[in-house]
């Protein structure tokens, strides 16, 4: 079984910065990609950054230049740093992760909401 528990969501002002966190747990041996989702409501949910076990990484053009993804792979943690945040950038952040053993089943987080202030 894998958890995945994410945090640092919040209420920010515009041109702010938040940094979001999401650690993994249970029976892992390798974290193959990891990545970060938004989805606002009525609409699908998309790519906002990914990482993977190379440290490889790859961003929506929105957020490019003001986001970085990052990981940790003692830890187990994918890090999304958000600088210079924007309105358009509300939406619930989830993060997403493969297994070097199943790569094609990924295991999703519970989701973090993020409102950015105008």
């Known amino acids: 079984q894998v958890q995945l528990v994410e945090s640092g969501g919040g209420l920010v002002q515009a041109g702010g910065s938040l940094r979001l966190s999401c650690a993994a747990s249970?029976?892992?041996?390798?974290?193959?990609?990891m990545g970060w989702y938004r989805q606002v409501p009525g609409k699908q949910r998309e790519l906002v950054a990914a990482?993977?076990?190379?440290?490889?990484?790859g961003y929506a053009d929105s957020v490019k230049g003001r986001f970085t993804i990052s990981r940790d792979n003692a830890k187990k943690t994918v890090y999304l740093q958000m600088n210079n945040l924007k309105s358009e950038d509300t939406a619930v952040y989830f993060c997403?992760?493969?297994?070097?053993?199943?790569?094609?089943?990924?295991?999703w987080g519970q989701g973090t909401q993020v409102t950015v202030s105008s």
């Open positions: 249970g029976t892992i041996f390798s974290i193959n990609d």
């Open positions: 990482i993977t076990d190379g440290g490889s990484t």
């Open positions: 997403r992760i493969t297994l070097t053993i199943n790569r094609s089943f990924p295991f």
